[in-house]
């Protein structure tokens, strides 16, 4: 990351008014191992391994300061994680990454900066989520390899959207701004000096890496009687052409959570076309095409307990191209104490490619089981 981000969100935190105040500071992680069996199609058999032991590990530390009259606070914070096994290398480094950043909180609303995700994704609301696969992004491609989605050293290629949250910048360096709540809801804005991140969806030899790019944001929670209801709004200008919007709705009642959301993006302008590639090595045919296209999730989710079951379908398509994924997911997860939970995962996907090329393709099953750690 480069360092005047974090020079720059420093020196705004340290021109709060001098007062007083009191240090904190934490350190926390979680880690997570799976073992998964994969059913795939005859047809794609010799393509697909049938056994998977995906791992993931985060570490987090946090310093952040309250000032007297408890006003203003401000934070830093470093993030690391790393994986095994895994299929996307979209930490920020690859196979290992890092998230540092800065809060600073006043009576006139938040600011952040560092490598953070955008507004329109901090906001984002949708289908609910249960266990360490995700609706959105989903790494059930750990299991079952999604044609569609790549990112390693052969090269990037997102010819589907992989979230109806705005990603495409992903923990990019930038700036954002949080209004107070008012009536319930808060907006966002934020600015992204250079869209690119391994953790988004820009090719590093796409053209456009180095653009900027603009998001917008609002989120809402109010209740209805016995209803909690929760909506965000997202809207996204990268790199001048390139127009993305999402909506998201989640309805809460008893142990009960429903919700759904969509993400459209579309080009607008002619600066830089889709699937111009000035290096086919590493620009796989159609690299760029999630640059028009749109993505849905719908699910359902209950807890009781220590006891958490969602059951989720995401779906993805590409406007110019049959490209399209399906993925339904039943997920299991149970608290055994504070320090441990316990999964249990059973998926089908169905992802499709531009042709019948066995390598652009894969439909199966998977049936997955795991521990968390936190401490």
Request: proline fraction near 4%; charged fraction near 20%; glycine fraction near 10%.
């Given at each position: 990351?480069n360092?005047?981000?974090?020079l720059?969100l ?28 994969s059913?795939?199609d ?22 952040e ?10 934070g830093?914070?470093?993030d690391?994680m790393?994986?095994?096994d ?9 196979k ?10 006043t009576?006139?609303g938040?600011i952040?900066?560092g490598?953070t995700?955008?507004v ?7 289908a ?18 999604n044609p569609?989605?790549k990112r ?11 979230s109806t ?5 992903g ?24 869209i690119?991140?391994?953790t ?17 944001a609002?989120?809402?929670h ?9 909506t ?9 052409d390139d ?8 309805i ?5 959570t ?14 830089y076309?889709q699937?111009?590639r ?13 640059r ?6 719908v699910?359902v ?5 220590p006891?958490?079951?969602g ?16 993925i339904?997911?039943?997920?299991n997860?149970?608290q055994l104490n504070k320090y ?5 995962i059973?998926?089908h ?6 042709d019948?090329d066995l ?10 089981a795991g521990v968390g750690?936190n401490?």
């Amino acid at each position: 990351m480069n360092p005047k981000y974090l020079l720059g969100l420093f020196c705004l935190c340290v021109a709060t008014p001098a007062v007083a105040g009191e240090w904190t500071f934490d350190a926390s992680g979680s880690a997570v191992a799976l073992y998964g069996y994969s059913d795939v199609d005859s047809r794609y058999e010799k393509l697909n391994d049938n056994n998977h032991t995906p791992s993931e590990v985060e570490i987090n530390l946090s310093a952040e300061y309250t000032f007297d009259d408890s006003a203003y606070a401000a934070g830093f914070y470093l993030d690391a994680m790393a994986g095994a096994d895994k299929e996307l290398e979209d930490y920020t480094q690859g196979k290992w990454g890092e998230e540092a950043y800065a809060i600073l909180d006043t009576p006139y609303g938040r600011i952040m900066g560092g490598q953070t995700w955008n507004v329109a994704y901090q906001f984002g609301v949708g289908a609910p989520s249960v266990g360490p696969l995700g609706v959105n992004n989903s790494d059930i491609v750990d299991f079952i390899a999604n044609p569609n989605w790549k990112r390693n050293k052969s090269g990037t290629a997102f010819r589907t959207l992989n979230s109806t949250d705005i990603n495409t910048d992903g923990t990019a360096p930038k700036i954002s701004y949080i209004t107070p709540e008012f009536y319930q809801t808060v907006v966002g804005l934020t600015y992204v000096p250079d869209i690119y991140s391994r953790t988004g969806l820009v090719s590093r030899y796409a053209d456009y890496k180095n653009e900027d790019g603009y998001v917008a944001a609002l989120y809402n929670h109010a209740e209805l009687g016995s209803l909690n209801l929760e909506t965000s709004l997202g809207f996204a200008v990268f790199a001048d052409d390139d127009r993305e919007f999402s909506a998201g709705m989640s309805i809460s009642r008893g142990n009960w959570t429903l919700g759904g959301s969509y993400r459209r993006t579309y080009v607008d302008g002619g600066d830089y076309p889709q699937n111009i590639r000035r290096n086919p090595q590493r620009m796989p045919e159609g690299f760029d095409a999630y640059r028009e296209g749109y993505a849905w999730n719908v699910g359902v989710s209950y807890a009781f307990g220590p006891y958490q079951a969602g059951l989720s379908y995401f779906n993805a398509k590409a406007d110019h191209t049959d490209n399209e994924d399906r993925i339904v997911q039943f997920s299991n997860q149970y608290q055994l104490n504070k320090y441990t939970d316990l999964y249990l995962i059973a998926a089908h996907v169905d992802y499709r490619g531009a042709d019948d090329d066995l390598r652009d393709n894969a439909k199966g099953y998977a049936f997955i089981a795991g521990v968390g750690f936190n401490f």
